[in-house]
Nanobody
Framework: QVQLVESGGGSVQAGGSLRLSCAAS????????MGWYRQAPGNQRELVAI???????NYADSVKGRFTISRDNAKNTVYLEMNNLKPEDTAVYYC?????????WGQGTQVTVSS
């Protein structure tokens, strides 16, 4: 089993920045893809950014150029640097990691951006 603990959410004004962290513990050997998803009220959960074990990244079009995903494999932690935040970025952000054929989700952290 893999346990995930997220941190770094909060409330900011539009144009501000936040950095999310997600630390994995438990059976952390052989973690592969790590990613961030978000879900706004009334919407489906959507992919924000994902990073492979080798460091390849993919972003949702809506966050390209503003968000940066990174990982520290020694710490089993994935980060999401969010800059130039917009009100439409308001959502609960979840991290997700993959280990072999299993996927694990964090508990979510709220990000609120006011105009």
């Amino acid at each position: 089993q893999v346990q995930l603990v997220e941190s770094g959410g909060g409330s900011v004004q539009a144009g501000g920045s936040l950095r999310l962290s997600c630390a994995a513990s438990g059976s952390t050997s052989s973690l592969s893809a790590m990613g961030w998803y978000r879900q706004a009220p009334g919407n489906q959960r959507e992919l924000v950014a994902i990073i492979s074990l080798g460091g390849s990244t993919n972003y949702a079009d809506s966050v390209k150029g503003r968000f940066t995903i990174s990982r520290d494999n020694a710490k089993n932690t994935v980060y999401l640097e969010m800059n130039n935040l917009k009100p439409e970025d308001t959502a609960v952000y979840y991290c997700k990691v993959t280990r072999f054929w299993s996927h694990y989700w964090g508990q979510g952290t709220q990000v609120t951006v006011s105009s």
